[in-house]
């Protein structure tokens, strides 16, 4: 099978399996991002997530992933949910509603790569969903599946920010997609609205300071205090760069049952998390990444709000 038929069965295959879309780009070193990733890394943007200063040149070169590997296949998962909590809660990021998407990706690109093997032939690759050393964005962004936004998220031109990424990287050679223009254009909506400035400048997005990487990766025992009433009552996650978006006007409801909200989640009152108990935080958010902060995090990040508000 020439590259071209091969790059048409694969996509037709990430479709059936329900990915929005899928884009294709060349294994190879990615140049541009060594230079802004030494950079950003310098200057302390990681915060305290040691982690991303790990394995700095797989992360440039999926070669070093997959021996022998030809094509990074990227793919979009849509997320953005139908219904939303209510305003008087405290806030939890949409793309932790429901199953934590890194065990419903996982299956899918397993069987996946399953489903190449089987119409395509020997084909030897990984499957990657937010669990190794792969600059997700940058690879999507090269396959055309849109541009990154001034707050450092993809967007899709069609569809928004709204959605997880993936990849397989494998030893087949593919057809190239190319990247596509960046339409952001003078627009400052998700620089303006973060309230902890964590977007330093356009692209530029201090780790330390985002609401995402204080609420879940950090796990100190307290919040630094600078941030005080900054926090918008988002206690797990933050979606405000991309809810002041405009290309999510385009965002469509997913219809993957997995990641419906629990209703329960939806109906929560602030009351209701302060009376949080171990069970009620079990039954909340099983199988949810909610899970990755434990219920003393979320507890931790309740009080600082609630203390500093």
């Given amino acids: 099978m020439n590259s071209v038929n091969s790059t048409s069965v694969i996509k037709n295959i990430a479709y059936d399996l329900g990915f929005q879309f899928c884009g294709i780009s060349k294994a190879a070193f990615l140049e541009d991002e060594a230079v802004r990733l030494e950079k950003w890394l310098s200057t302390s943007k990681n915060g305290k997530m040691a982690y991303m200063e790990n394995h700095f040149d797989m992360r440039l070169d999926p070669r070093l992933l997959v021996p022998g590997a030809k094509s990074v296949v990227s793919l979009l998962y849509n997320y953005y949910p139908e219904k939303k909590q209510r305003e008087d809660s405290f806030n939890v990021s949409k793309y932790a509603y429901g199953t934590d998407y890194h065990f419903v990706l996982k299956e899918k690109l397993k069987l996946f790569l399953d489903l190449i093997r089987i119409e395509i032939g020997e084909v030897a690759g990984r499957v990657f969903v937010d669990s190794a050393p792969v600059m997700d964005k940058v690879w999507a962004k090269k396959s055309g599946l849109g541009w990154v936004g001034k707050h450092s998220n993809l967007i899709h031109p069609k569809?928004?920010?709204?959605?997880?990424?993936?990849?397989l990287i494998i030893d087949l050679d593919l057809e190239a997609d190319g990247p596509i223009k960046d339409y952001c254009g003078t627009c400052t909506r998700c620089i303006d609205a973060c309230p902890t400035d964590a977007i330093v400048e356009p692209y530029v997005v201090d780790g330390s300071k985002c609401i995402s990487y204080l609420t879940i990766e950090l796990k100190d025992e307290i919040l630094p205090?600078?941030?005080s009433g900054k926090m918008k009552d988002w206690i797990f996650g933050c979606d405000i760069c991309q809810d002041v978006c405009p290309w999510n006007r385009f965002s469509t409801p997913n219809n993957d049952p997995l990641f419906s909200p629990n209703n329960l989640l939806l109906d929560y009152t602030?009351?209701?998390w302060k009376d949080l108990t171990d069970e009620l935080f079990s039954n909340l958010f099983k199988n949810s990444a909610v899970k990755r902060t434990k219920k003393n995090g979320l507890m931790r990040n309740i009080n600082f709000i609630q203390n500093k508000s």
């Avoid at 569809?159 to 990849?167: D, L």
């Fill in 159 to 167: 569809n928004g920010s709204f959605f997880f990424i993936a990849e």
């Fill in 225 to 227: 205090n600078e941030f």
């Fill in 270 to 272: 602030k009351n209701d």
